[in-house]
């Protein structure tokens, strides 16, 4: 059963009126897949909201959580999981220190560096916002079946492979 005309087909269609043959399946993936990622976020944020936290935060203490304990790594480890510039994670993680949610220790091994550490109050917020943004996410593919949620999810990493592939073969 094919999906009803959305928003994206309707930008598709101007597009080939104003400006024949530039739309087609990447602008289409492009959209769809924007509003897709977008509703996770906007989700995510207003689970995250009700518990004090910002996306970024939220971040720092999954990232930390999941890697098990003793629950800490190195500034530079967090900035490259994250994805931010080492000012973007310094802030940050003055946030975090203040709520009590992670500590700095130094580096025995290395006097320029330190660790960061989930407190044991960073622990439960950490487990407390996994599981609700995964809730809220469960929510935004609760009317999906899940044989075709599975079928996508198989196809998306596919796509993802070949795409990482084609950037990095033209770095």
């Known amino acids: 059963m094919a999906a009803e005309p959305d928003h994206v087909d309707d930008i598709v269609t101007a597009w080939h009126v104003q400006l024949p043959g530039v739309a087609g399946l990447p602008l289409e993936l492009a959209k769809r897949s924007a509003l897709l990622t977008a509703a996770f976020d906007e989700v995510a944020a207003r689970a995250l909201e009700k518990l004090g936290l910002t996306q970024a935060e ?3 203490l999954a990232v930390l959580r999941r890697t098990g304990e003793p629950y800490r ?13 080492s000012g973007g994670t310094s802030n940050l993680l003055k ?6 949610l992670v500590t700095r220790e130094a580096a025995l091994d290395d006097g320029r560096s330190s660790w960061v550490r989930l407190t044991p109050e960073g622990v439960a917020a950490a487990e407390a916002a996994v ?15 899940e044989e075709q949620a599975g079928r996508l999810n198989a196809l998306l990493k596919d796509v993802l492979a070949a795409v990482e592939e084609g ?3 033209r770095r």
Not at 95 to 100: I, T, Y
């Open 95 to 100: 946030r975090l220190v203040a709520a009590g």
């Open 131 to 145: 599981r609700a943004v995964t809730a809220a996410h469960a929510r935004v593919v609760a009317r999906i079946p």
């Open 73 to 85: 790594l190195k500034p530079t480890d967090l900035t490259h999981a994250l994805l931010l510039s």
């Open 167 to 169: 950037i990095l073969l």
């Open 58 to 60: 939220y971040g720092v």
